[in-house]
């Protein structure tokens, strides 16, 4: 720590310097008033918020929250950045995907993208996607010693590395000059289909690029199908780790040092809108992956060379503009983590292929982050941080013992087999998916704030991708389903379901409780009919029928249902309501009010029933 001269000039020179313990009385006190009699640690517990893998974070982090040292960016183990310069020079590797099955569509795009601020390509081959045959096609006119090119061509790795390669050499390219990563990868392809891969041409290929191609690596360990089977960051970055460590002993194994073998790694990760844990994610496995080759021998061996791509999980079908907002706080946390390169999906990337605007949209995110908001002019933007440091080192804990978990099950390869690693990534996804079912993790545009009246963005299909292996979940895909029975019912009827809002009392009494519950029912697919503004009992009845709805739900304050819910709700259910709710906890309203919703109710089950009421085809 610097201690600055006493100049007389220091802002807080006149006042005692704040306690811990201080803060925590005034939490307390705040809290006591919300009706929580809580002290001491208890206070700062209430304010933590709970995440995955048993890590919390806490309302405040102090001087006494800071971790070990953690070196300088550029050496071991390498939490603060890779290379000693962090990005400051160039920027990171904005890499655009793509997957196109047509080589004269894919050269244009691929052009286009290069033109207009993408620095490499990542190309998609296989049956479904561009076919080895036309790589030629799709790469003519790209300067191979310019422009890096990720391959991802599943079980076609080893033909479409050949062809790559070719092209390399017939481009009179040095070979040392050409740069990618030629994306070899056994466990992940197995991963997502379940059919074993040999990786004996991995090892060739590592052999020859090790001998020839000092710019190019053979193998990829790619994360996202674990963090797109539902996984936690400790699962993601615990399996990276088990796959990463099966590789270096194949090519230890087959003759490389362990330097070598590293060199011929690059490790694939999810960036997430939860831009700090993102960032300690990417932090972390740089740290886990120098103790590996700590245990290995040399813990300077490389830094992990990382790309990270904003992860398709949180991509929404509904409202998909609202995924640029997310692609663009997830491609920030990854540059700010200190990822080597960045794809950014496009926002229609779960509706099918993207098109030309949105391929634009994303390939801009990371030049406006870059080269308007300097994002890569500061070396480890997060280093120092109490919180985020803390994090780090939490997360690394914690994806260490489940790599050490995948290990003593005899390692990736046979976690995938046995079906281990299946099961602990689906028990974390259920249990994520009852904070979604609660709102408790919000969706913006599905689960909150949804608009049925929208018109829906349309894309031409996409390829399915291989299937066979570790499912693939989606944050939206429970609502999904929901809001499809509504569009369906829309089509085959002409109208949606409907529900009848009977608001007690004045706006100011039932405006919140009636935005909740027309929220709530809109993230099914329900159509709110809040006309008229409020109801009594003796104008529910016709109201409710001039509605055209099946079910209504009572909305005001506790004072007013005290006095008026059970009329009301007689009064409906005379009217024909199937089933009547109550916006608020659950009470004392008569025998008529069927249910009760608020924040915290499992919502899907709500809605999901209550289609059910109104006949709405599952």
Not at 25 to 35: D, I
Not at 87 to 109: C, I, K, L
Not at 190 to 214: F, H, I, K, N, P
Not at 402 to 425: D, K, N, T, W
Request: charged residues 20%; glycine residues 10%.
């Amino acid at each position: 720590m610097t201690v600055l001269p006493d100049d007389g000039l220091s802002l807080a020179a006149e006042f005692p310097d704040a306690t811990h313990e201080q803060w925590q009385r005034l939490v307390e006190g705040v809290l006591r008033k919300s009706g929580k009699d809580v002290s001491g640690a208890a206070a700062e517990e209430a304010l933590s918020t709970a995440l995955e893998d048993g890590l919390s974070t806490r309302p405040l982090y102090t001087a006494r929250d800071a971790v070990a040292d953690v070196g300088h960016p550029g050496f071991a183990p390498f939490v603060r950045g890779g290379c000693a310069a962090g990005a400051a020079a160039t920027g990171w590797d904005v890499r655009q995907r793509h997957a196109t099955s047509d080589p004269g569509s894919t050269n244009e795009a691929v052009l286009a993208d290069l033109e207009n601020g993408v620095t490499s390509l990542w190309l998609t081959l296989g049956p479904d996607a561009l076919p080895v045959s036309g790589l030629e096609r799709a790469l003519d006119g790209v300067y191979l010693d310019l422009a890096p090119v990720a391959l991802d061509a599943g079980a076609a790795y080893e033909s479409a590395a050949r062809a790559f390669l070719g092209l390399v050499d017939a481009a009179g390219v040095a070979k040392s000059a050409a740069r990618g990563t030629l994306g070899a990868d056994p466990l992940g392809y197995e991963a997502r289909t379940g059919e074993e891969l040999g990786a004996d041409a991995a090892v060739e290929l590592a052999r020859l690029l090790g001998r020839e191609y000092g710019g190019l690596r053979a193998l990829v360990v790619d994360a996202l199908p674990y963090h797109e089977a539902g996984g936690s960051a400790a699962q993601e970055l615990g399996a990276s780790l088990a796959t990463g460590v099966a590789y270096l002993r194949l090519l230890t194994d087959a003759g490389l040092s362990l330097q070598q073998a590293c060199a011929q790694l690059e490790f694939r990760y999810a960036a997430t809108a939860d831009q700090f844990l993102t960032i300690a994610k990417l932090r972390a496995a740089r740290q886990l992956w120098s103790r590996v080759a700590e245990a290995c021998g040399d813990a300077g061996a490389g830094a992990q060379r990382q790309h990270a791509v904003t992860s398709p999980v949180m991509m929404a079908r509904r409202d998909p503009w609202v995924n640029m907002l997310r692609t663009t706080v997830a491609s920030l946390a990854a540059g700010v983590g200190g990822a080597d390169a960045v794809t950014v999906l496009p926002f229609d990337h779960a509706l099918g292929r993207p098109d030309a605007f949105a391929r634009r949209i994303a390939r801009n995110t990371s030049t406006i982050l870059l080269e308007e908001s300097h994002l890569s002019r500061v070396i480890d933007p997060a280093g120092g941080s109490w919180y985020v440091e803390r994090l780090t080192a939490e997360l690394a804990d914690a994806a260490w013992a489940f790599f050490q978990e995948i290990e003593r099950a005899g390692g990736q390869a046979a976690a995938l087999r046995s079906g281990l690693l299946g099961e602990r990534l689906a028990a974390t996804w259920a249990e994520r998916s009852r904070k979604l079912a609660k709102r408790r993790e919000p969706i913006t545009g599905v689960s909150e704030f949804p608009h049925l009246g929208e018109k829906p963005v349309e894309r031409e299909p996409a390829p399915a991708g291989p299937t066979g292996g570790l499912p693939r979940v989606r944050r939206d895909e429970a609502y999904e389903a929901l809001r499809s029975r509504s569009d369906a019912h829309l089509a085959a009827t002409g109208a949606r379901p409907k529900v009848f809002l009977a608001a007690l009392g004045p706006a100011a009494a039932h405006t919140a409780r009636a935005s909740f519950a027309a929220n709530l029912f809109q993230a099914g697919g329900v159509e709110p009919v809040h006309d008229p503004v409020s109801v009594t009992a003796d104008s529910a009845a016709d109201a409710f029928r001039a509605a055209g709805a099946t079910v209504a739900c009572l909305c005001s304050s506790d004072a007013l249902y005290a006095e008026e819910a059970a009329a009301v709700a007689a009064a409906l259910k005379a009217a024909g309501a199937r089933h009547v709710f109550l916006a608020g906890r659950p009470g004392e309203y008569g025998e008529d009010v069927d249910a009760y919703v608020f924040a915290g109710c499992d919502a899907v089950a709500v809605l999901s029933s209550t289609l059910d009421l109104m006949g709405v085809a599952p």
